[in-house]
């Protein structure tokens, strides 16, 4: 079935200001954004999420969403990323690949999708696989994309290994002025007497502050909607919210607090990456 707009030749001509040429078609874009989109590894579950379809009954979602939308709007001439925060079940993935769909649409721009375990298990499957592909080849597309998502930021346990990788990622990516799009369970601040653990001490003191140079912080809170269901009404939403369903939990129990502040103290090293040190965290 041939393109009405260019007889399936691409290229459409148009006319500027009494002057015809041509540039290129719509269908082009379509399949070219579509391809790129297939290639973009956004699993199955999130394929339908777009910034129209995302739910949002409180200003934290509605603030988070016209955030999205404007980095959109922007992109490629965007300073910084997105980091959307919030417990589990808030939409956070969701406004990520949303976000991720929509700039590779709308600009044709390499996008890739990855959660942040997966992702450093591929680099540590390079070291323990029998077909030795190298970590260069995992990490290429990583650093290249012109828009990377982190998904799940800080959900792997803090070891020097996953430090350093991670850190590696994030400044290489940020040296070459790529834009990231991350996602974190772990709040970044804690209430006095709370055993949650905050995002510093999961990912490191060197990434968080590198984090805040590159990111836009946005806190998402609310309810829960795998708990609340799709057709919560207001008064069922209030009372989960009363009874701190999601909010004010503590998602993730303390774990090794000195261990790891130790190891904060230690921030500002250089990012010299072993790699080598890849054994099973
Ligand atoms: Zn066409």
């Not at 016209?66 to 959109?72: D, I, K, N, S």
């Amino acid at each position: 079935m041939s393109c009405p707009l260019c007889n399936d030749t691409r290229w459409k001509p148009i006319d500027e200001q009494g002057v015809r040429r041509v540039v290129r078609c719509d269908c082009w874009r379509d399949s070219v954004g579509n391809q790129i989109l297939a290639d973009a590894r956004i699993p199955p579950l999130y394929k339908k999420c777009d910034l129209e379809n995302f739910k949002t009954d409180n200003d934290s979602l509605v603030h988070a969403v016209a955030r999205a939308r404007a980095f959109c709007d922007a992109f490629p001439v965007v300073d910084k990323g997105l980091l959307f925060l919030g417990n589990p079940g808030l939409g956070k993935t969701h406004l990520a690949v949303a976000t991720l769909k929509r700039v590779i649409r709308q600009t044709g721009a390499r996008g890739l999708f990855f959660t942040s375990p997966e992702l450093l298990a591929l680099i540590r499957g390079t070291y323990n696989s029998a077909i030795r592909s190298s970590e260069s080849d995992v990490l290429r597309p990583v650093m290249d994309a012109q828009l990377l998502v982190l998904d799940d930021l800080g959900a792997e346990r803090p070891t020097d290994w996953v430090e350093e990788t991670m850190n590696l990622i994030v400044n290489t990516r940020y040296n070459h002025r790529r834009v990231t799009v991350f996602t974190s369970n772990y709040p970044i601040d804690v209430p006095a007497g709370s055993h949650a653990e905050e995002l510093k001490e999961r990912v490191g003191f060197r990434l968080f502050s590198r984090l805040h140079e590159m990111c836009e912080f946005l806190a998402l809170d609310g309810v829960d909607y795998r708990v609340a269901g799709p057709d919560a009404t207001p008064e069922q939403l209030a009372s989960l919210l009363k009874k701190g369903s999601a909010t004010s939990s503590e998602p993730v129990r303390r774990g090794g607090k000195a261990m790891v502040k130790a190891r904060l103290k230690q921030g500002g090293l250089d990012l010299g990456w072993s790699g080598g040190k890849a054994g099973r965290s």
